[in-house]
């Protein structure tokens, strides 16, 4: 049972455009949304996360809305870069636990 | 800074033959510890996790233990190893628990024949 779940699979946009990543999860317990970037033949890190009590968190190019009503959260990587191509995990925590549920993962090709 | 290690790089094993893949942490006392595995285009599943010396959590079962013998080394294991078990192996570590960021390691490539 996948309790994190990701979609598109892959996803193809033009350089500059934005890439609109989405993430749905199934436990109301979680409360914590951190997404991770991996390269192919490295390990994830990550990119920016948010907690249950906020609906939007920016950190430069990177936005995440969150509902908590719908259970889903996005990734907006805004002027998207070649460079940004890379494996995109949405993983999600809740906190009276040290287990980490990571998503189905999105494969993200920025073309130039 | 903190590093991370993890060793071997890659490894080539026989179904049946035992394995043991390291982690160490560099520049962190007492760091939560985690086990990763991840098959070729898959998502990454968590499998142990460590909070002290001694203390070993498991998260799923897939024939495999985890030790954690001191604050900086986590060790994953398995007497017999099985076709399934191909994958990729991170190791990664936070200042506290799930809720807090997971710096990964470099990884560690195993293909079981």
């Known amino acids: 049972q996948q309790q994190v779940r990701q979609s598109p699979q892959s996803l193809t946009v033009w350089e500059g455009e934005t890439a609109i990543l989405n993430c749905s999860y199934e436990n109301s317990a979680f409360d914590y949304f951190p997404w991770y970037q991996q390269f192919p033949g490295e390990g994830p890190a990550l990119l920016i996360a948010i907690r249950s009590v906020s609906d939007k968190k920016e950190d430069g190019g990177f936005t995440i809305f969150f509902n908590k009503r719908e259970k889903n959260l996005s990734l907006h990587i805004k002027d998207s870069q070649p460079g940004d191509s890379a494996t995109y995990f949405c993983?999600?925590?809740?906190?009276?636990?040290?287990?980490?549920?990571f998503g189905t993962g999105t494969r993200l090709q920025v073309s130039p | 800074a903190q590093t991370i290690h993890q060793w071997p790089v890659a490894e080539i094993k026989a179904v049946g033959s035992p394995l043991s893949l390291g982690c160490t942490i560099k520049?962190?006392?007492?760091?939560?510890l985690y086990w990763y595995w991840q098959a070729t285009g898959g998502t990454l599943q968590q499998l142990f996790y460590s909070i002290t010396v001694g203390q070993v959590e498991s998260v799923v079962q897939l024939n495999l233990s985890a030790s954690r013998p001191k604050d900086d080394q986590f060790i994953l294991s398995t007497e017999k190893l099985l076709l399934s078990h191909s994958g990729f192996y991170l190791c990664?570590?936070?200042?506290?628990?799930?809720?807090?960021?997971?710096?990964f390691g470099p990884g560690t490539r195993l293909l079981v024949l």
């Open positions: 520049g962190k006392s007492s760091p939560n």
């Open positions: 993983a999600a925590a809740s906190s009276n636990t040290d287990k980490v549920v």
């Open positions: 990664a570590w936070s200042h506290r628990g799930g809720q807090d960021t997971q710096y």
